[in-house]
């Protein structure tokens, strides 16, 4: 069985940890859950849920060789499909904050961003990501690398991203529940098991509701859940490490 390891900070009280304003931006929690069934459609058959099966795309990252941003929480992720013919690529950069993040609020308040609250099996973490949904020859646009540096606290510029290694492509499934808002990703691994999330989001006023929720379904269903509970990122990133 995969074995997932502890990725994200876990911060159990983190409105005392940031700004009143910053914490405010995060309206939304994604309540998630590793799964760790032997295939997708032994999950899909034990939740006995309609799920809809979406188109396939593929994920890749960006990632130095010995994981130097994993490790201080950046993420730069690519994800392609194909739509009315032509190949389509988003590209975001998720960072993790915790209380010593050295963070420009100001002017994160003035970019285009999402923060958010992500919970794994009852572990709160908070994240903040910046998209590009038209991402070209070149994937990462000039805000986003301003965003590492500005809420990162990297020194970082355009010139980083040619010494950077591609972890991927990997084929990205993904399924959607005809009835909740429940969503089903797995993930292609060559020469391994895949790996599976279970997710939802929600208003941050309900997460504990629903993860409470979702947790009995699981358990009514007998779905197995990985051991550990953590970000699928970090097991993608040392399963496809060169």
């Given at each position: 069985m995969l074995k997932i390891f502890k990725f994200s900070v876990l911060l159990t009280a983190f409105h005392f940890y940031f700004p009143a304003s910053a914490a405010g931006t995060a309206s939304q929690a994604e309540v998630q859950w590793s799964i760790c069934?032997?295939?997708?459609?032994?999950?899909?058959?034990?939740?006995?849920?309609?799920?809809?099966?979406?188109?396939?795309?593929?994920?890749?990252?960006?990632?130095?060789?010995?994981l130097f941003y994993l490790a201080h929480?950046?993420?730069?992720r690519m994800i392609s499909k194909n739509e009315e013919g032509s190949v389509k690529i988003k590209s975001t950069i998720k960072i993790d904050i915790n209380e010593n993040s050295p963070i420009d609020w100001q002017w994160l308040s003035l970019q285009d961003h999402k923060c958010e609250i992500n919970i794994y099996h009852g572990k709160e973490s908070y994240s903040c990501s910046m998209d590009n949904k038209d991402a070209g020859d070149q994937p990462f646009n000039d805000k986003q690398i301003e965003m590492v540096r500005k809420v990162g606290g990297i020194d970082f510029d355009s010139s980083h991203l040619k010494n950077m290694k591609v972890f991927g492509p990997l084929k990205l499934n993904k399924w959607t529940s005809k009835k909740t808002d429940l969503d089903f990703e797995s993930v292609d691994i060559p020469g391994s098991e895949p790996i599976m999330e279970l997710s939802i989001r929600v208003p941050d006023a309900e997460k504990y509701q629903i993860q409470k929720k979702y947790d009995l379904w699981i358990q009514e269903k007998g779905i197995h859940l990985c051991e550990r509970q953590s970000s699928r990122t970090e097991v993608l990133l040392k399963s496809t490490r060169p």
């Open positions: 069934e032997s295939s997708p459609q032994s999950f899909l058959k034990k939740s006995d849920e309609e799920f809809e099966e979406k188109s396939s795309r593929s994920i890749s990252f960006l990632e130095s060789s010995d929480g950046v993420i730069f």
